[in-house]
């Protein structure tokens, strides 16, 4: 039976990400004390970028995506599969359109790289001609016709609170969560990766969904319940400035069919000028 193992993917996907999403601020030389100056107010200090507050949201695509044909700048439309609110009030309508596109794929080549999309949703369209930007991370993907419970994959970390959706969530497990963590830098993804971890790629054994395979500082590698195909996304669930994610799958091609189904951890876009991720 061939077993899909997981961590020789980790160290060449999180370069997708941009490098201040996963390394520490470089450190500084120490600066010569000064003399305090009579009458002079302290500096003011930046304050530190607010988490968003996510809700879920339940969607399917509209087409497949697969590593295999997929290029950057392609379009890549999700539609609700049911009614949600957002933190802000901001109702999407069963069968808004979520758009995005994809920022960097690679097809899978024979022992060397594996298959991976990455994508970022940026656009709900909530009418026709009317489009809100917004932020967001996949959370979970499932096959077409699975239950989802949207509400089991929001992230319960990183001052986030899930805002429950409008839409009754079914029962279904096939997603019961996600694994969350910190560990090493983008050099150490392979070695943070649980050696012990494989799955098959007819879906007959291997981890649950939502499962930690890799952790590479603020970036989390996680199983999916579609067979062979993983998540990498921010730790504490929040979304990149430039990706909701990437889609992983080692040793073949990533490959969704129309009517997979998503949730994403959503927010209306902050105004210009506030803080951002």
Same mark, same amino acid.
Do not use: W
């Given at each position: 039976m061939?077993h899909l @193992?997981? /961590?020789?993917i980790a160290?060449a996907t999180?370069?997708?990400f941009?490098?201040?999403?996963?390394?520490p601020d470089?450190?500084q030389?120490p600066?010569q004390?000064q003399?305090?100056q009579? *009458?002079?107010a302290a500096?003011?200090? =930046?304050?530190?970028p607010?988490?968003?507050a996510?809700?879920p #949201?339940t969607?399917?695509?509209?087409?497949?995506?697969?590593?295999?044909?997929a290029?950057a %700048?392609? !379009?890549v439309?999700?539609?609700?599969?049911?009614k949600a609110?957002?933190?802000d009030g901001?109702v999407?309508?069963?069968g808004?359109?979520?758009v995005?596109?994809?920022t960097?794929?690679q097809a899978?080549?024979?022992?060397s790289?594996?298959?991976?999309v990455? #994508?970022q949703f940026?656009?709900?369209?909530i009418?026709e001609g009317q489009d809100m930007p917004i932020? !967001?991370a996949?959370?979970?993907?499932?096959?077409?016709?699975s239950?989802t419970?949207?509400?089991?994959?929001m992230?319960?970390n990183g001052?986030?609170?899930p805002? =429950?959706?409008?839409? /009754?969530?079914?029962?279904?497990?096939? *997603?019961?969560?996600?694994?969350s963590?910190?560990?090493g830098? &983008?050099?150490?993804a392979t070695?943070?990766?649980?050696p012990?971890?494989?799955?098959? !790629?007819?879906?007959?054994? %291997?981890p649950?969904?939502?499962?930690?395979?890799a952790?590479n500082?603020?970036?989390?590698?996680?199983?999916?319940?579609? =067979?062979?195909?993983?998540?990498? !996304?921010?730790v504490?669930?929040?979304?990149?400035? *430039?990706?909701?994610?990437?889609?992983l799958? &080692?040793?073949q091609?990533?490959?969704l069919?129309?009517?997979t189904?998503?949730v994403?951890a959503m927010?209306t876009?902050p105004?210009?000028?506030?803080?951002? @991720?």
């Open positions: 061939k @193992r997981f /961590a020789p160290l999180l370069c997708t941009s490098v201040a999403a996963q390394q470089a450190p030389p600066q004390a003399p305090a009579p *009458n002079q500096p003011a200090q =930046p304050a530190a607010a988490a968003l996510l809700s #949201v969607a399917e695509l509209t087409s497949k995506l697969d590593s295999k044909t290029k %700048g392609d !379009s439309v999700l539609k609700t599969t049911e609110t957002m933190a901001t999407l309508p069963k808004t359109k979520i995005g596109h994809v960097e794929a899978y080549v024979s022992k790289d594996n298959g991976r990455t #994508v940026d656009q709900a369209q009418k932020k !967001s996949i959370q979970t993907v499932t096959p077409p016709g239950a419970d949207a509400a089991a994959a992230p319960m001052g986030s609170s805002q =429950p959706s409008s839409g /009754a969530a079914s029962n279904g497990t096939a *997603n019961s969560g996600t694994g963590a910190a560990a830098g &983008a050099r150490s070695n943070n990766a649980n012990g971890v494989s799955a098959t !790629s007819n879906g007959t054994s %291997g649950a969904p939502g499962t930690t395979v952790r500082g603020n970036v989390v590698i996680k199983t999916t319940a579609v =067979p062979g195909v993983l998540i990498a !996304s921010s504490d669930g929040q979304p990149f400035s *430039n990706a909701s994610g990437a889609l799958s &080692a040793q091609d990533v490959h069919d129309g009517g189904k998503m994403l927010a876009a105004v210009a000028g506030s803080a951002q @991720r």
